[in-house]
C-alpha cells in the first residue's frame, strides 16, 4: 500500500472533489484517479461509490479514510523524530571518560546540557582502557579518553587538550631541593601507578622501559585515592594526561 496513495485519497475524501484534489495536491485528476484504484486493488473492495460526479466512501472506503490518516500522521511524527535525531534535537548520548578528566570538562557538559536540553546525557566513568572497549563494544557512543599506543582500526580520534603529568611526592627536603625532576632522579622510587585499567599507567610504564629503567610498581589504586598517600609513603605517584 503506497503512502503517497493514501495521501490523495484522504485529499480527495476531504476536497469532495477530484478538481479541488488534484488542484491541493499539484496533480493531475488521472492521477488521482489512478491512486483510488490502486488503492482498490490492494484492500481489494471498492472504497467510493460513485454517481455522476458525485461519490460516497463506501464501508471499506471509510475504514481505509479513518486509518489512513492515522497512518500519516505516524508517518510525520517518525519523519520529525529523524529529523530531530540529525539536528540533535532530542535523543540520547552516553558518553564515557575516566574519572580523573571528569572535572576538566564540567563546564563543556553543563553548556552541552543547556544548548541541548532534550538530549538525556548519560556518563559513565571507566579506566582509560575500559573505556576504549565500551566505545568498541557499542556500550557507550563517544568518550572522552587516553587512547592506547595502538588505536584500533574501528575508532576515530579528534585530539582535544594536552596536560602535563605531575609527580606527587612526599614533603621532605630532598625533593623541596628539586626545582624539576627527572625520570632518572626517581628510578630507584617504587611507583604508585592507578590500577591496571587506566592507560596512563602503561604510558609511564612504557615511558621508564623506554629509559631502560627497571622501576617497581605497587598495587594500583583508583583515580579518586591520591588522598590516601600519607607522608610515610615515601614513594612515587603519577597523575596527569601528557607524557
Known amino acids: 500500500m503506497d503512502i503517497r496513495a493514501l495521501r490523495y485519497f484522504i485529499a480527495l475524501v476531504e476536497q469532495q472533489s477530484f478538481t479541488a484534489a488534484s488542484a491541493s495536491l499539484h496533480v493531475t485528476q488521472p492521477t488521482i484517479s489512478k491512486m483510488v484504484r ?15 460526479r458525485r461519490f460516497w466512501l463506501t464501508d471499506a472506503g471509510e475504514v481505509v479514510y479513518q ?7 505516524e508517518f510525520e511524527q517518525l519523519n520529525t523524530e529523524l529529523d530531530d535525531l540529525n539536528q540533535l534535537a532530542r535523543g540520547q548520548l ?8 571528569g572535572p576538566l570538562y564540567a563546564n563543556v557538559l553543563r553548556e552541552y546540557r543547556q544548548r541541548y536540553p ?34 584500533p582500526e574501528c575508532l ?3 585530539p582535544l587538550q594536552t596536560h602535563p603529568i605531575y ?14 625532576l627527572t625520570w632518572q632522579a626517581v628510578k630507584n622510587e617504587p611507583f604508585y601507578l592507578y590500577s591496571a585499567e587506566f592507560t596512563l599507567s602503561d604510558r609511564i610504564i612504557a615511558r621508564c622501559h623506554g629509559k631502560r629503567m627497571n622501576i617497581r610498581v605497587m598495587k594500583g589504586f583508583p583515580a579518586r585515592s591520591l588522598s590516601n598517600l600519607g607522608p610515610s609513603h615515601t614513594s612515587f605517584a603519577c597523575v596527569g594526561c601528557r607524557l
Open 118 to 151: 532534550n538530549v538525556a546525557l548519560s556518563i559513565v566513568e571507566y579506566g582509560g582502557r575500559r573505556t576504549e572497549q565500551a566505545l568498541i563494544n557499542g556500550e557507550i557512543d563517544v568518550a572522552i579518553t587516553m587512547l592506547t599506543d595502538t588505536q
Open 167 to 180: 609527580a606527587v611526592l612526599p614533603n621532605q627536603a630532598a625533593w623541596r631541593a628539586q626545582k624539576s
Open 156 to 158: 576515530q580520534s579528534l
Open 94 to 101: 552516553r558518553l564515557g571518560m575516566p574519572p580523573m578528566i
Open 67 to 73: 486509518r489512513a490518516q492515522s497512518i500519516i500522521a
Open 38 to 52: 490502486n488503492l482498490e486493488q490492494d484492500v481489494g473492495q471498492p472504497l467510493l461509490h460513485r454517481e455522476g
